[in-house]
């Protein structure tokens, strides 16, 4: 079993950056995919972003290259960098384990395990 655990969401201007952290226990996520997806009101649960244990980084086009996600094996920690941000960020935010080594990183349902979420909102 994994739990994982979200930081660092709050209110934050457009523009502006925020770094969210997702802390992990239970086991070793290193090895794993590791995934950040959001939910908006009313609407789907999202992806963001995602990283392989080869470094290999995936981010939705809404948020390429503005976002960055990354890891700290010796921590067992993934977080996810966010700079530019813009109203239409504004969701709860996730952080996911796919221990399973799914190719389909994009798809919230390959994912086994789930922080609680951490809100973040940008103001206009």
């Known amino acids: 079993q994994v739990q994982l655990v979200e930081s660092g969401g709050g209110l934050v201007q457009a523009g502006g950056s925020l770094r969210l952290s997702c802390a992990a226990s239970?086991?070793?996520?290193?090895?794993?995919?590791l995934g950040w997806f959001r939910q908006a009101p009313e609407k789907e649960r999202e992806f963001v972003a995602a990283?392989?244990?080869?470094?290999?980084?995936y981010y939705a086009d809404s948020v390429k290259g503005r976002f960055t996600i990354s890891r700290d094996s010796a921590k067992n920690m993934v977080y996810l960098q966010m700079n530019s941000l813009k109203s239409e960020d504004t969701a709860v935010y996730y952080c996911?384990?796919?221990?399973?080594?799914?190719?389909?990183?994009?798809?919230?349902?390959?994912?086994?395990?789930w922080g609680q979420g951490t809100q973040v909102t940008v103001s206009s």
């Open positions: 996911a384990v796919d221990a399973h080594y799914s190719d389909r990183y994009y798809q919230a349902n390959e994912y086994d395990y």
């Open positions: 239970g086991r070793t996520i290193s090895p794993y995919v």
């Open positions: 990283i392989r244990w080869s470094a290999a980084t």
